[in-house]
T-cell receptor, first 111, second 113 residues
Framework: GQQLNQSPQSMFIQEGEDVSMNCTSSSIFNTWLWYKQDPGEGPVLLIA?????ELTSNGRLTAQFGITRKDSFLNISASIPSDVGIYFCAGPRGGSEKLVFGKGTKLTVNP | GAVVSQHPSRVICKSGTSVKIECRSLDFQATTMFWYRQFPKQSLMLMAT?????????EQGVEKDKFLINHASLTLSTLTVTSAHPEDSSFYICSASQDSGYTFGSGTRLTVV
């Protein structure tokens, strides 16, 4: 079935640094979603991408939908301590409403 | 924005008992809701799709008799973990889909002792 390969698995950065993480798949996705999950909470949507090549920003976050529709990246600029958490990419599986998730990128920001 | 309320946030139960988790869409109607399970340090795995007024559809490997899903109204889906065992201990999360996307509940931490 469709799988999302997310990297890196974890990142340790200093406050103020920029961060980049990405997701790839062997299958085409028509929508890419980026979520953040804090400990003990459900995922919260950060950015949704609906068109190949689309570049979308949400504050310090920027995400792009790859031209091939098989990849996406998320950038966080000027990281701050509250950016700590696990970031997941996700996309609807095979034209259905069912979401498949990447394995997540755990971000640690040192003050 | 769309809000999905999940209750309880934490529950501890004895082995062999059943636990019910509720998922409500507060300001929109959700004909479809989804139930996920998340083990520590792992990703979300879809368990089942809850359809209002009809039977839930379960992912491969998920026991439908163990994880009972009821979606009796357009704003409420429930997941009942029957005859819970310690290996059922996990973080359960629901979500609802609507035109603007998917909204997730805040999750339920189930501990079976």
């Amino acid at each position: 079935g469709q799988q999302l390969n997310q990297s890196p698995q974890s990142m340790f950065i200093q406050e103020g640094e920029d961060v980049s993480m990405n997701c790839t798949s062997s299958s085409i996705f028509n929508t890419w979603l980026w979520y953040k999950q804090d400990p003990g909470e459900g995922p919260v949507l950060l950015i949704a991408l609906y068109k190949a090549g689309e570049l979308t920003s949400n504050g310090r976050l920027t995400a792009q939908f790859g031209i091939t529709r098989k990849d996406s990246f998320l950038n966080i600029s000027a990281s701050i301590p509250s950016d700590v958490g696990i970031y997941f990419c996700a996309g609807p599986r095979g034209g259905s409403e069912k979401l498949v998730f990447g394995k997540g990128t755990k971000l640690t920001v040192n003050p | 924005g769309a809000v999905v309320s999940q209750h309880p946030s934490r529950v501890i139960c004895k082995s062999g008992t059943s636990v019910k988790i509720e998922c409500r869409s507060l300001d929109f109607q959700a004909t479809t809701m989804f139930w996920y399970r998340q083990f520590p340090k792992q990703s979300l795995m879809l368990m089942a799709t809850s359809n209002e007024g009809s039977k839930a559809t379960y992912e491969q490997g998920v026991e439908k008799d163990k994880f009972l899903i009821n979606h009796a109204s357009l704003t409420l889906s429930t997941l009942t973990v029957t005859s819970a065992h310690p290996e059922d201990s996990s973080f359960y999360i629901c979500s609802a889909s609507q035109d603007s996307g998917y909204t997730f509940g805040s999750g339920t931490r189930l501990t079976v002792v």
